[in-house]
């Protein structure tokens, strides 16, 4: 069994992607990393390595002597985040990438999963269900530094063989972790609100479309795409995958169907215009037809599940 490497791993994607991970292969294969100090005790059931992915010199010592063949690279700044501090945000978005594909350049690592993001699409791309390629001229700091990054990750495999592999996540939506500074918060945020019994005041207009995903889906598919036949993964750029696309009226309204006392208020800010950039809807069919992707929870149950579990911090 391969030992697994998960750097970034106490943010909304790693945490889940960490338990999802022990639950298949044991606790300890699974290694959690993070620049944090401290490991989150939701995460605490293996081991945690405090680990900056900017230190070069730390991230290979510590690769090699601990042989890791698997690494899931997580760690950078969102869209909302990275516009506010865009030197540091291509900084952290692109120097570890390369530490780790030269890692696997050299023989060290076997495999790699990278998340893009659609961030890589922008105001001249298509906006209703995007297809895999098409017009690519992101608006964003973070949308530049996914996009070279896809095409890094193609030339590390066309050039030297390596096997990386990645997906272009939609807004992901959970509720075991906080999301971290990007701009499809909102729609994670507004059932916290929801919960509270409190007004919520969105940060994107009412009608502002974006592809979504819950959380479950989305770790499934990184699994599943890790897991499937070298032959199969046709796209070493990045995978479109699609969820569930809406508008936060149409949130709102799902979420008035549970609790009908539930209001929203909108005040767009800077994060606005990054929304507008993006597209409303993804399709996911070269996915579909390469790996069998496909999927599970659709709007009205990912609304059920988030008023569900969502819990108020004491
Ligand atoms: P997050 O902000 O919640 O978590 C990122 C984690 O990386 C944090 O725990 C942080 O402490 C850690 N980190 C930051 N700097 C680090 C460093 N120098 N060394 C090691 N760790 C460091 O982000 P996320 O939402 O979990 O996203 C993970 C990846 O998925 C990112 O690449 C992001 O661009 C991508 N993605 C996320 C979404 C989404 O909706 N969450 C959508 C598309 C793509
Ligand atoms: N959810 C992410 C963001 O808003 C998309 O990559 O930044």
Redesign the pocket.
């Known amino acids: 069994m391969s030992k697994i490497l998960i750097?970034?791993?106490?943010?909304?994607?790693?945490?889940e992607l960490v338990l999802a991970l022990r639950e298949k292969y044991g606790n300890q294969l699974v290694i959690a990393?993070?620049?944090?100090e401290n490991c989150p005790d939701i995460i605490a059931n293996g081991p945690y390595k405090k680990?900056?992915?900017?230190?070069r010199d730390a991230v290979r010592e510590f690769i090699i002597d601990e042989k890791i063949e698997h690494v899931y690279?997580?760690?950078?700044?969102?869209?909302a985040?990275a516009e506010k501090n865009p030197d540091f945000a291509w900084k952290?978005?692109m120097e570890?990438l390369f530490t780790i594909l030269d890692l696997a350049k050299e023989g060290y690592l076997k495999r790699i999963f990278?998340?893009?993001?659609?961030?890589v699409f922008g105001p001249t791309t298509p906006k209703v269900e995007t297809p895999q390629q098409t017009i690519m001229e992101p608006s964003t700091v973070?949308g530049i530094s996914?996009l070279a990054g896809e095409n890094w990750c193609s030339y590390y495999h066309s050039k030297f063989g390596v096997d990386v592999r990645s997906i272009?996540?939609?807004?992901?939506i959970s509720y075991k972790?906080?999301?971290?500074?990007?701009t499809?918060?909102y729609a994670v945020d507004i059932f916290y609100k929801a919960k509270e019994g409190k007004e919520f005041n969105c940060f994107l207009s009412e009608n502002t479309a974006l592809p979504m995903m819950f959380m479950d889906d989305?770790i499934r598919a990184t699994i599943e795409l890790m897991e499937v036949d070298q032959e199969k993964v046709k796209i070493r750029t990045s995978y479109n995958i699609a969820g569930c696309s809406f508008t936060p009226k149409e949130l709102t309204h799902e979420i008035q169907k549970i609790m009908p006392n539930f209001k929203i208020s909108y005040s767009p800010d800077y994060r606005q215009e990054i929304a507008d950039s993006w597209p409303d809807s993804i399709d996911d069919s070269v996915a579909k037809k390469d790996w069998g992707w496909s999927s599970q929870v659709d709007l009205p149950k990912l609304v059920e599940i988030m008023l569900k579990n969502v819990s108020i911090p004491v």
């Not at 272009?168 to 992901?172: D, V």
């Not at 972790?177 to 990007?182: A, C, K, T, V």
């Open positions: 750097i970034g791993a106490c943010g909304q994607i790693g945490t990393a993070d620049v944090r680990l900056d992915i900017l230190d690279l997580l760690a950078a700044l969102l869209s985040t952290l978005n570890g990278w998340p893009s993001s659609i961030a973070y996914k272009r996540y939609p807004g992901l972790s906080l999301p971290g500074g990007g499809t918060d989305a």
